[in-house]
């Protein structure tokens, strides 16, 4: 499965497959069902894992895989085309066709289904259902007690209806459209309002969606609340913004922070105009990187002392306290030892 291209350009640890369908599955959405090129399986996936997509200009943007977890012949995935993204959206929606190959990253999960628990709540807003699709696929196949709202602007907005259609005759799924106005379709804080034991919530959505959701999760015991960002704009600065820089003030140059290599004793400044990955990778320390974003904890790493100012979307508030993103987030004191 691991090749590269005839070109040699793309990395080793992904994989060059094929679309084989392009299917309209909404306004602005596309899905796109990605193969291997002789028809070998492909490695398997958990529900709520993503692929990374590796682009020619060096960028890279994760997807998440929406199809049944069970089907090795194929992964599937449904791209929203955003006028005001990174340019990922359209650039999947203008130049991929049928037959062509493109360079992809195993599967990675950083949103899997907890096991076994008594209820799940699924919750999508938008193109945020593409991930909580696949959790349903699985819950419906391990006959467990779940959910999935999904939330709209209207029919034309809605993702997989047909695939959806027996899910919704079960009352598996339900459908919730607002007209473009929020607030006027599902009542997430009504939902949500009442934690029974045992019952976990999954949601993903846009920025405001994923504010409200998280605001009416405040009151859950930790551990029974599960989210994931896809927008790589909802995600924060890995540098200092130019608020933070104007309100330092003269002070701005003396801003910064030192992150020590705990098993070398290396100690470097990370300055206000990069991030702590950057530095790292600059002096040669071996660190992987994928969405520079926040969203994907591929450069999470264990820190041993310090304060991290975190900016991250991934980590859980118990992780929090022992790892840092290292793309996107900073130091509250002056140095950070990172166990590396």
Partial sequence: MERLD??????????????????????????????????????????????????????VRQYSLCNDSRERHRYVIAVLREAAGRGGSQALHDRLHVQ?????????????LVPDAKRYILIAGGIGVTPLKAMAHE???????????YCSKDTTNTAFRDEFDA???????VFHHDGGVPG???????????HEDGTHVYFCGPPGFMGACKRATEHWPVGSVHFEYFAATAAPKSAMSGTELADAGENALGL??????????ATYIVPNDKSIAD???????ALETSCKAGLCATCKVKYLSGEVDHRDLVLSEAEKSEYVIT??????SAQLVLDL
């Fill in 279 to 285: 530095v790292l990778i600059e002096h040669g320390v």
């Fill in 100 to 112: 062509r190959t493109v360079s992809v990253g195993r599967p990675r999960n950083n949103f899997a």
């Fill in 6 to 59: 005839d070109k040699g350009k793309y990395p080793k640890t992904g994989m060059i497959l094929q679309i084989r369908q392009i299917t309209f599955q909404a306004n602005n959405i596309n899905s796109y069902e990605l193969v291997d090129p002789e028809g070998a399986d492909l490695p398997p996936f958990t529900a709520g894992a993503h692929i990374d997509f590796n682009f020619r200009d060096g960028s």
């Fill in 184 to 194: 006027n379709g599902l009542n997430i804080a009504g939902l949500l309002k009442e």
């Fill in 139 to 149: 819950l419906e196949a391990k006959g467990a007690n779940y959910t999935l709202h």
């Fill in 256 to 265: 910064g922070f030192q992150v020590k290599v705990a098993s070398t004793g």
């Fill in 327 to 332: 793309c996107v987030s900073r130091a509250k």
């Fill in 167 to 173: 899910l919704v005759a079960k009352g598996r799924v």
